[in-house]
């Protein structure tokens, strides 16, 4: 039987290398988001270019957001296997062939084929980036770790619009994933060139490449093998066996019924999210005449929102947890009073926007509004985040899988059925029942505060699977 290797834990490395590790997962997370909304002031003449429809064109957003949940799924059991370095940076390749494949299209089923493609590697950062976290930063602190990792993806949706409006009027909608490709070719490079391996359970040296066939070979840990009698040697685990476990061991945790209300609510926030993503444009196109460069410049509202949110969950997350618990245990549920806040604020951004996107009122108004849904919506999405980390550190990469593989599908669903929708019943209306939906939630995040503690004592087992 091999030795089990010994290395020393990544929570005991310098505090400036474990934050130089967490920026570089931070501008990998960035490019997702900008990914997603770079394009959509260019829809237009993607539908031009290809004489499709607009509602068609807009299929290019969540077909991106629809490879959020598949992606994970690839990269979660192989990140068991090889550790998570080798994901980032495989993940990196695939995004960067994506928008390639994407300027280089020359129909629009192709446009449609490379955005999933993209979408597939872009979940990576996403999704192991809690991993990460967890591997390397202390409990007290990750609340900061958490809105540090978020800050690019509060501005990356963002200016991406603004960006990405500029570049379709100057060289075309194809110029948006050209400057994609710069981005995202950065932090390959620095991917490469400084980041280390941090996850324990399979840690090792750079191995030699032909290794990465016989996994077995490549990881001198326990967690790699098992024990055929009692007594007796340890052998090799199967390649197989362990990447089915990966696999469903997300799942496995929808038992728990913490995790399964999360997941759902933080369904339910990111359907808003990549609803205003599509809504917007169309909105002040057709209310106030906006150009796809102006459009751009609408999404700023959400963006200063975010920015107050992320600056909010930042500094007073841990302190509330702290505060909360006093001389007591840091309950994961005291991540929650500040979700619950966020809710309020999403209900009452939508009924401002609501209320306020037509001709007659001055267009600033609904960019104050969604301000304010921006703010609750990104708070909210890094509590639900921290929340589900401080539950089962050790669960870090599964539980933010978990919550790829079930938010990312609804949302690309709800954006392409709000376009059915929209037409029948109008925009206004539909912004309604989002508010009215997201206000429903609330009871379910004051249940979690005040039983949480409880229900996880009866199910303490489903974190252990």
Same mark, same amino acid.
């Given at each position: 039987?091999?030795?089990?290797?010994?290395?020393?834990?990544?929570?005991?490395?310098?505090?400036?290398?474990?934050? +130089?590790? !967490?920026?570089?997962?931070?501008?990998?997370?960035?490019?997702?988001?900008?990914?997603?909304?770079?394009?959509?002031?260019?829809?237009?003449?993607?539908?031009?270019?290809?004489?499709?429809?607009?509602?068609?064109?807009?299929?290019?957003?969540?077909?991106?957001? +629809?490879?959020?949940?598949?992606?994970?799924?690839?990269?979660?059991?192989?990140?068991?296997?090889?550790?998570?370095?080798?994901?980032?940076?495989?993940?990196?390749?695939?995004?960067?062939?994506?928008?390639?494949?994407?300027? +280089?299209?020359?129909?629009?089923?192709?446009?449609?084929?490379?955005?999933?493609?993209?979408?597939?590697?872009?979940?990576?950062?996403?999704?192991?980036?809690?991993?990460?976290?967890?591997?390397?930063?202390?409990?007290?602190?990750?609340?900061?770790?958490?809105?540090?990792?978020?800050?690019?993806?509060?501005?990356?949706? !963002?200016?991406?619009?603004?960006?990405?409006?500029?570049?379709?009027?100057?060289?075309?909608?194809?110029?948006?994933?050209?400057?994609?490709?710069?981005?995202?070719?950065?932090?390959?490079?620095?991917?490469?060139?400084?980041?280390?391996? @941090?996850?324990?359970?399979?840690?090792?040296?750079?191995?030699?490449?032909?290794?990465?066939?016989?996994?077995?070979?490549?990881?001198?840990?326990?967690?790699?093998? @098992?024990?055929?009698?009692?007594?007796?040697?340890?052998?090799?685990?199967?390649?197989?066996? !362990?990447?089915?476990?990966?696999?469903?061991?997300?799942?496995?945790?929808?038992?728990?019924?913490?995790?399964?209300?999360?997941?759902?609510?933080?369904?339910?926030?990111?359907?808003?999210?990549?609803?205003?993503?599509?809504?917007?444009?169309?909105?002040?196109?057709?209310?106030?005449?906006?150009?796809?460069?102006?459009?751009?410049?609408?999404?700023?509202?959400?963006?200063?929102?975010?920015?107050?949110?992320?600056?909010?969950?930042?500094?007073?997350?841990?302190?509330?947890?702290?505060?909360?618990?006093?001389?007591?245990?840091?309950?994961?549920?005291?991540?929650?009073?500040?979700?619950?806040?966020?809710?309020?604020?999403?209900?009452?951004?939508?009924?401002?926007?609501?209320?306020?996107?037509?001709?007659?009122?001055?267009?600033?108004?609904?960019?104050?509004?969604?301000?304010?849904?921006?703010?609750?919506?990104?708070?909210?999405?890094?509590?639900?985040?921290?929340?589900?980390?401080?539950?089962?550190?050790?669960?870090?990469?599964?539980?933010?899988?978990?919550?790829?593989?079930?938010?990312?599908?609804?949302?690309?669903?709800?954006?392409?059925?709000?376009?059915?929708?929209?037409?029948?019943?109008?925009?206004?209306?539909?912004?309604?029942?989002?508010?009215?939906?997201?206000?429903? @939630?609330?009871?379910?995040?004051?249940?979690?505060?005040?039983?949480?503690?409880?229900?996880?004592?009866?199910?303490?087992?489903?974190?252990?699977?």
């Amino acid at each position: 039987m091999p030795a089990a290797a010994q290395w020393g834990s990544p929570k005991d490395w310098p505090a400036a290398k474990k934050w +130089l590790h !967490i920026a570089i997962v931070a501008s990998m997370t960035m490019a997702t988001p900008l990914a997603s909304s770079i394009h959509t002031p260019a829809l237009p003449l993607i539908a031009a270019d290809f004489s499709i429809d607009r509602s068609a064109a807009s299929l290019s957003v969540p077909l991106y957001v +629809l490879g959020f949940a598949t992606g994970p799924l690839l990269f979660l059991p192989l990140s068991k296997a090889y550790g998570r370095l080798y994901i980032y940076n495989a993940a990196n390749f695939m995004l960067l062939l994506g928008n390639l494949g994407c300027a +280089l299209s020359p129909a629009f089923a192709w446009l449609l084929v490379f955005r999933f493609l993209a979408g597939c590697g872009g979940a990576c950062a996403i999704t192991q980036g809690s991993g990460t976290i967890a591997d390397i930063i202390e409990k007290e602190n990750r609340g900061k770790a958490v809105a540090f990792m978020a800050f690019g993806t509060v501005w990356a949706p !963002i200016l991406g619009p603004v960006i990405g409006g500029q570049i379709a009027e100057k060289f075309g909608w194809r110029g948006c994933f050209w400057a994609l490709m710069c981005v995202v070719a950065f932090n390959t490079l620095i991917t490469l060139l400084f980041m280390q391996e @941090t996850s324990t359970t399979h840690h090792f040296n750079t191995p030699h490449w032909t290794r990465l066939f016989r996994p077995h070979l490549l990881f001198p840990s326990t967690h790699n093998y @098992t024990k055929l009698e009692e007594g007796g040697d340890l052998q090799p685990r199967r390649f197989r066996d !362990i990447m089915f476990q990966a696999v469903c061991s997300p799942f496995r945790l929808l038992l728990h019924p913490i995790v399964c209300v999360v997941a759902v609510l933080s369904s339910i926030f990111y359907s808003i999210q990549i609803f205003l993503y599509v809504d917007i444009p169309a909105t002040y196109k057709a209310e106030y005449g906006f150009t796809p460069s102006q459009t751009g410049l609408a999404f700023l509202g959400n963006g200063i929102g975010m920015t107050v949110g992320l600056v909010t969950f930042g500094l007073f997350s841990d302190r509330i947890m702290i505060y909360l618990a006093g001389h007591g245990p840091r309950m994961p549920e005291y991540r929650l009073p500040l979700m619950m806040l966020s809710v309020t604020l999403v209900f009452c951004g939508l009924v401002g926007y609501s209320l306020t996107a037509f001709s007659s009122i001055d267009w600033i108004y609904p960019i104050i509004a969604n301000g304010f849904t921006g703010a609750g919506l990104y708070s909210l999405s890094m509590a639900a985040s921290t929340y589900l980390i401080d539950l089962a550190p050790e669960r870090a990469a599964e539980s933010a899988t978990l919550l790829a593989t079930v938010r990312f599908p609804f949302g690309a669903a709800v954006c392409a059925l709000s376009e059915k929708i929209v037409p029948l019943i109008g925009r206004t209306t539909t912004k309604e029942v989002f508010a009215t939906v997201a206000l429903l @939630t609330l009871p379910a995040v004051f249940i979690l505060y005040k039983y949480g503690e409880r229900i996880r004592a009866n199910h303490v087992s489903k974190f252990s699977v």
